[in-house]
């Protein structure tokens, strides 16, 4: 039995699975999962004495790559003054500020825990604003594991062959109406018959749940305008894409303003945070202010605040996000040429520093139908021989692959060294 093999067995004894969030089981690709021990820059060290270029990034928080010095110092720093006080904090206030600054559609902030304590809390902010009960979602979009949202979920849920999860009540589901991503035809129809009813449109701007599948033209712009049309509000799930596609999200990508905005991940800087935001007077629902109740005991938490006000500080630097565009680009053309060297049948995409990878000669991935069509078996296999050669990829075909800034040369070169080879063993 491997070293790595006996520290997963001993996980399961106590922890369902061996984990804490399902995807990392690797149930989708098969074998044991990594151990890490620590990380640093491009890196992750596990536990088997080997170094893997990563290019999970922690699911995406880990922008500046791991163990940035600075970020590191600055929660060392906030450590010292305690862990948390459960009261304001000027951290808290910077951030909302800074938030708002980098993000215009939002004009107040709420801080959470988690991605999914902001999709969550953002769903029932619209319920309540607009007194509607309906939400509409997209197939393969994954919003965090909210009742209301575990329907035809991404992600996990979708690796291991759950989006409809038992445990999330019929009466619930039946308010969640979940729609083909890219098709904005379906979307007019559905609210041809029910738009009066739709509290909401929840969105993965860039669908990053299903690999990475970026909007059609005018996708988000017929949305938008639907919404306005029926008095439904529009929610940009930015969980992933905040901060990460452009400084402003992808709705500054995209020059599209929704009415809500969910965030997580970068916003942490790699701690456990979310938040949601948006327009003042729907904002102004949440308790205290208003009627519509939503609370934390850890919200706001000091050290996610500075590790989180940081890493929003560094990657505000001139050129940045265009720096790690250029660099995911070379990326990506490099694994291109790779694969039809070897004659390996792959569609790429690519948004910033954000990418998927689809085994499938279809001329192009723009739907969930066409996610599901691809070779999910020479995935497997891919990532595989990619974890042989040192490069770590997220453990299933259904999740978008992340470059940081701490990815140079040498990592993008030693990469497509690996995945020629990888290619070659499979094509
Ligand atoms: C787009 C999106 N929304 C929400 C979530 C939920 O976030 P969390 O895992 O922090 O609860 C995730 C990731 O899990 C995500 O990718
Ligand atoms: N795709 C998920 C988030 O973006 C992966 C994180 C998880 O489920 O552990």
Known sequence: MSDTHA???????????????????????????????????????????????????????????????????????????????GAPTEL??????????????MDMVRMVNSGTEATMSAIRLARGFTGRDKIVKFEGCYHGHADSLLVKAGSGALTLGVPDSPG?????????????????????????????????????????????????????????????????LLIFDEVMTGFRVALGGAQALYGIQPDLTTLGKIIGGGMPVGAFGGRREIMEQLAPLGPVYQAGTLSGNPLAMTAGLKTLELIGAPGFHERLTETTARLMHGLEVAAAEAGVAV?????????????????????????????????????????????????????????????????????????????????
């Open 92 to 105: 808290e206030t910077e951030m909302a500020d800074r938030v708002c600054k980098l993000v215009p559609s």
């Open 347 to 427: 569609r790429i995409n690519q948004v910033g520093a954000m990418f998927g990878l689809f085994f499938t000669d279809a001329p192009a991935v723009t739907r969930f139908a066409d996610v599901m069509a691809c070779d999910a078996d020479r995935f497997r296999l891919f990532f595989h021989g990619m974890l042989d050669e040192g490069v770590y990829l997220a453990p299933s075909a259904y999740e978008s692959g992340f470059v940081s800034s701490a990815h140079g040369e040498t990592e993008i070169e030693a990469t497509l060294a690996s995945a020629q080879r990888a290619f070659a063993a499979i094509g």
């Open 7 to 85: 520290r997963f067995d001993r996980a399961q004894r106590h922890i369902p699975g061996g984990v804490n969030s399902p995807v990392r089981a690797f149930r989708g690709v098969g074998g044991d999962p990594l151990f890490i021990e620590r990380a640093a820059g491009a890196y992750l060290h596990a536990t088997d004495g080997r170094r893997y270029i990563d290019y999970v990034g922690s699911w995406g928080p880990m922008i500046l790559g791991h163990a940035h010095p600075e970020v590191i110092a600055a929660v060392q720093g906030a450590a010292a003054n305690g862990l948390s006080f």
């Open 168 to 232: 999330v009540p019929a009466a619930l589901a039946e308010h969640t109406l979940t729609l083909p991503y890219n098709d904005l035809d379906a979307v007019a129809e559905a609210f041809a018959r029910v738009g009066g009813q739709i509290a909401c449109i929840i969105v993965e701007p860039v669908a990053g749940n299903m690999g990475c599948v970026p909007p059609v033209p005018g996708f988000l712009e017929g949305l938008r305008t639907l919404c306005d049309r029926y008095g439904t």
